[in-house]
Each structure stands twice: as C-alpha cells, then as structure tokens.
C-alpha cells in the first residue's frame, strides 16, 4: 500500500508563506495560551483521565449536547483511524465520495477492507443515491468537502443516514467557516457520528485534539478499542480553554471568511476557476489548467500549497487562506509566474 502523504512541514523559522495544510493564519486563544503556560508539573506526572472529562464537560457546554455523547481522540485523525479498525475488514465495505479527504482510503487499506469511492458530479452535491446502493459499513463525507472546499446539503445528509444500515460518519473539520453543520443528525439517527477537530478554526494543529459527537452506545464501542490514553493531559487543559472562548475563534473565522471572498475575487481577475467555498481553502484552475507548474514555481519563490497528482485534481491546485499579508503576496507573486 502507499501511506497517507500530508502536506510539507517546513522547520519552524522557516521563511516560507505555508498555505498547504489549511492551518488557520491566526494564532490560538490568549486563554488557551494563558493555560498552557501556567500548566502544573503535578498534572503531568500523572496519567490523563482517559475519556478527557473536563474538555467534554468545556465542549458540551458549547455544543449544547450531553458530555457522555463526546469521545475525544488525538486529533479527528484518531478518531477516524478508531471508527475504520470497529467496523473495516475484508468484506465489509468502507465508502466515499470522491475526490475526498486521502486518509480514509489509507485507513481502509490498513484493514484490508474494501474500499469504494463515488464520484461527485462537477457541481460536488452529494450522489445521495450512489452511496446508498453502494452499502457501506461505514461512509465517510467530509461536510464541508476537502479538497473541492464546498458544502454538503444536510437534507442530503439526513438521507443518506436514513437509508444507510452502516455507520455514517460526517467529517466536520471545517464546520467553524461553514453556514450549516449536521449535529442535529447525531439525535435523529443512531448510526451518525460527526467529528469536529480543534485542529482549523481554533488554530491548534500542533496540539493534536478531535472530538466525536454520537450516542453513547455507539461511542462506547469505539472506546472499547481505543489506546487508554490516546489525549495528552495538555491538550485537555489547552484545549477546554480555546472550545469555551468562542469569541476568539468566531473573529477569526469571520476574518478568513472575508479574506477568502476577496482572495476568489482575485484568483478570477487572473483567469482561474474558482470553486465555491465554505472552509478556510479555495480549490482553483489555472488558466489552461498548469497547475503543477505553478505549485513548482511557487515552492522555489517560498509559497506552499498543494497540489494533487490525482484524477480530477491534476490541472487544480488547494490553496488555504493565510492572513491578507500573505493574500496579498501569493496574488502578486502568481500575476508575475502568469
Ligand atoms: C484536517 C482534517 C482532518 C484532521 O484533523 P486533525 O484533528 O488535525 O487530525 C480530518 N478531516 C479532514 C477532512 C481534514 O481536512
């Protein structure tokens, strides 16, 4: 099997415009910051609490769902390495639409399990009916979609979870710079899990913490076979403080969703396309579709995006949106590679 390839980590200092990992520009709450300095040796000398009670208790309170409905994991990546070990082996199929996030399809190899992909049509709705025919034993939609950035219809979404005898798990790691989300479906239906990560819209990548919303039958399941401590004491602590200081991550997700509207703006002066998008990242089409040429010419000028050597994604690049300093470098540095 080929392993999951992330994006490029540059060496902290680094000189470079990072734009290829959809890391928020921002930096993360004062609060949080606040915590983590102040933490406590004593905390650390013990083990953490195993299910992150107090981060529940802080998330529960923002999400208005009782803390035994959350599962915490170290980051979503976790949570969905855990979901495709419960349920993936051979015979038991896992199912995306696609072009989606890569990881699902390396979970699903891991365990031997078949993996099925369904295409989306050029406009990215859901192909409702596709997935349903092709019975998982569990699907996975990112909502908002990576890499194409754009929105998942929740009425969509509650019909797949009707339909579905398997789990469906709606992958919400830019749920902060999107207008819906689908937590109501985690009540509806029993077989929904929806996953949320502190990693985007609270800007706390490096700090390795995702979360699960479903009932608690289904998320004893999962606990079953997780690592007794999968979280880190710290980010518990961290983390409480940055999910109850909604303030901070509400302004800078309505800053970055300013700057992607402008940034859209620009990409179709220069003559790309541009899709729409409810994350912190615009999938775009050069002009004549040189995609990998501009990624190279932009790597050695000291911008990262991303570009996928895939079907359907070889002439696009993703880019995410960084602060409007480094918007405005990026439009100027492409004018001049144009
Ligand atoms: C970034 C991302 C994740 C990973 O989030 P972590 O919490 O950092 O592991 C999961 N799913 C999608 C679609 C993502 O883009």
Redesign the pocket.
Same mark, same amino acid.
Do not use: V
């Given at each position: 099997m080929s392993g999951y390839v992330p994006g490029e980590q540059p060496p902290l200092g680094t000189k470079i415009i990072k734009l290829n990992s959809?890391e928020n520009p921002y930096p993360p709450s004062p609060k949080a910051l606040k915590v983590l300095q102040e933490i406590d040796g004593e905390m650390l000398r013990r083990y953490p609490d195993p299910t992150g009670k107090l981060f529940r208790i802080a998330a529960s309170k923002v999400l208005g769902v009782p803390d035994d409905w959350i599962a915490v994991?170290n980051?979503?990546?976790?949570l %969905?390495n855990l979901i495709v070990r419960a349920v993936g082996e051979a015979g038991k199929p896992v199912v995306c639409p696609v072009p989606?996030?890569v +990881?699902y399809r390396t979970l699903a190899e891991i365990q031997e399990a078949e993996f099925v992909e369904v295409p989306y049509p050029d406009d990215y709705k859901l192909p409702v009916d596709l997935l349903i025919a092709a019975r998982g034993a569990v699907t996975f939609v990112?909502s908002p979609n #990576?890499p194409s950035g754009t929105a998942i219809s929740v009425a969509d979404l509650d019909k797949l979870a009707k339909e579905l005898s398997g789990l469906l798990v709606i992958?919400e790691?830019?749920v902060d710079f999107a207008e819906n989300n689908a937590l109501e479906l985690t009540k509806k239906y029993n077989n929904v899990i929806v +996953?949320r990560? %502190? #990693?985007?819209g609270y800007s706390l990548?490096g700090l390795? +913490?995702?979360f699960a919303i479903a009932n608690p039958a289904l998320l004893a399941e999962l606990n079953k076979i997780k690592d007794s401590y999968n979280v880190d004491a710290l980010a518990y602590a961290v983390g409480a403080a940055a999910i109850a200081d909604r303030d901070h991550k509400t302004a800078n997700a309505e800053k970055i969703k300013a700057s992607r509207a402008k940034l859209a703006i620009s990409f179709r002066e220069l003559g790309f396309d541009v899709l729409p998008s409810q994350t912190n990242f615009l999938l775009v089409r050069p002009p004549n579709g040189d995609a990998e040429r501009i990624y190279q010419t932009l790597k050695v000028r000291g911008i990262l995006i991303r570009y996928f050597n895939q079907p359907r994604l070889e002439d696009k690049l993703r880019i995410s949106v960084g602060t409007e300093e480094q918007n405005q470098i990026l439009v100027k540095t492409l004018k001049e590679i144009l």
């Open positions: 959809n994991g980051g979503s990546d976790d %969905l989606t996030y +990881l990112a #990576s992958d790691a830019y +996953l990560t %502190l #990693s985007k990548a390795r +913490l995702g």
